[in-house]
Structures are given as structure tokens and as C-alpha cells.
């Protein structure tokens, strides 16, 4: 069965602080990993996209990593900012379908 | 990047109403669409993949008379939530992929609640 799983559910931090947000899969086979965030009462952003070839890719102060071996990803948040108070959700695709897998998604609380 | 504009944010219908939500790509194509439903503090859930005149498929489990949906042109696509009840209350979000894109981008949601 093809599975994404998020840890933690939730997390609070201090503005300023960072903080790490891991996503474990089992699809396959794979295409590519999704980081998304999304605010309350609204539709997901794309923070990051990753195949199977790249171990790495940064959106300004969201860096997103990549082991296929392992089938784990982390999306890092430096220098957190009160607007990165959202829930971020991780997303694989398979291979030649369109159907996407959701993780449940992390719920960052950023504290002043 | 893709926009995909869902249109309205948010809804209050009397229960045995209709009501009809938009989703449009406005700076692109889109041959196929989503249409997901989220409760509270849980992952999206996929309803049904829209395609472009043709009939949607929709995912086990979601009633098909319940949830019309309606590809009429390659940027819209609407989800027609019928004779709605307060089960049916729920946040609703649209995605939609370029044609041979990797990339979903999605609406903004709308949040209905059935009373």
C-alpha cells in the first residue's frame, strides 16, 4: 500500500528558532516528493519538488532533502518567521499515475 | 508560477440545497483536474479526477449522483455538491496539472458548511 507518514503531527517554536519536519514513504515506484504548505482555510503552496536524482533543493528558508534509498525526506525551516505558522504536507507521486499520496501533514506553531 | 483560482472561498447552504463550486486554471490549460475533500487536521482526500469533456472518475466510496462534476472547457472544471446535508460539510480544494507537467497546483479551497 502505498504510504506517506509525518512526524511530528505538530510542533511549536520561537520566531527565530529552527526546526526539522520528516516525511517517510513507501510508494512506489517512485516520482517524485512534494513539500507543501498550507495555511488555515487554504489550498496548498508548493514549497519544493524532488526526483528521484536530487538529494536537495531550497526555497529561500525552506530546504528540502531527499534519500530514495530510504525512502525519507526532511523539509527544514531556518530563521523561523510568524508566517510560517501553517501545516506542511508532504506529497509523493508514482510513476506514470496521476494519483498523488498525501502525508498527513506536520502543524508548525511559530511563537513570538 | 500556475494559478488555479476556486471560486467561492466559502459557502453557507440550507441542507437539501445544491451548490456549485468553480474551479478555474487562468493562466493555463488543464486536461485534468482534482477534486479533493479535507476534514480537519487530516490529509486531502481524493474525490474524483476531472478530464475535459469527458465523464470524471471518480475515487471508492464517493457517490457520483452526490458530487456531479462537469469539465466543460480546459479551465474550468465545477463540483456540483447535490441536495447537501450537514455530513456534507467539509473544505473542498481543486488542483490542476500543465499538460505534461509534474507540478499540481491548487485552488484555494472552499469551506462548506451544510446547516
Known amino acids: 500500500k502505498n504510504q506517506v507518514e509525518q512526524s511530528p503531527q505538530s510542533l511549536i517554536i520561537l520566531e527565530g528558532k529552527n526546526c526539522t519536519l520528516q516525511c517517510n514513504y513507501t510508494v512506489s515506484p517512485f516520482s517524485n516528493l512534494r513539500w507543501y504548505k498550507q495555511d488555515t482555510g487554504r489550498g496548498p503552496v508548493s514549497l519544493t519538488i524532488m526526483t528521484f536524482s536530487e538529494n536537495t533543493k531550497s526555497n529561500g528558508r525552506y530546504t528540502a532533502t531527499l534519500d530514495a534509498d530510504t525512502k525519507q525526506s526532511s523539509l527544514h525551516i531556518t530563521a523561523s518567521q510568524l508566517s510560517d505558522s501553517a501545516s506542511y504536507i508532504c506529497?509523493?507521486?508514482?510513476?506514470?499515475?496521476?494519483?498523488?499520496?498525501f502525508g498527513a501533514g506536520t502543524t508548525v506553531t511559530v511563537r513570538a | 508560477g500556475a494559478v488555479v483560482s476556486q471560486h467561492p472561498s466559502r459557502v453557507i447552504c440550507k441542507s437539501g440545497t445544491s451548490v456549485k463550486i468553480e474551479c478555474r486554471s487562468l493562466d493555463f490549460q488543464a486536461t485534468t483536474m482534482f477534486w479533493y475533500r479535507q476534514f480537519p487536521k487530516k490529509s486531502l482526500m481524493l474525490m474524483a479526477t476531472?478530464?475535459?469533456?469527458?465523464?470524471?472518475?471518480?475515487e471508492q466510496g464517493v457517490e457520483k449522483d452526490k458530487f456531479l462534476i462537469n469539465h466543460a472547457s480546459l479551465t474550468l472544471s465545477t463540483l456540483t455538491v447535490t441536495s447537501a446535508h450537514p455530513e456534507d460539510s467539509s473544505f473542498y480544494i481543486c488542483?490542476?496539472?500543465?499538460?505534461?507537467?509534474?507540478?499540481?497546483?491548487f485552488g484555494q479551497g472552499t469551506r462548506l458548511t451544510v446547516v
Open positions: 488542483s490542476a496539472s500543465k499538460e505534461g507537467g509534474t507540478e499540481a497546483f
Open positions: 476531472s478530464n475535459e469533456g469527458s465523464k470524471a472518475t471518480y
Open positions: 506529497v509523493v507521486s508514482i510513476l506514470n499515475d496521476y494519483k498523488l499520496s
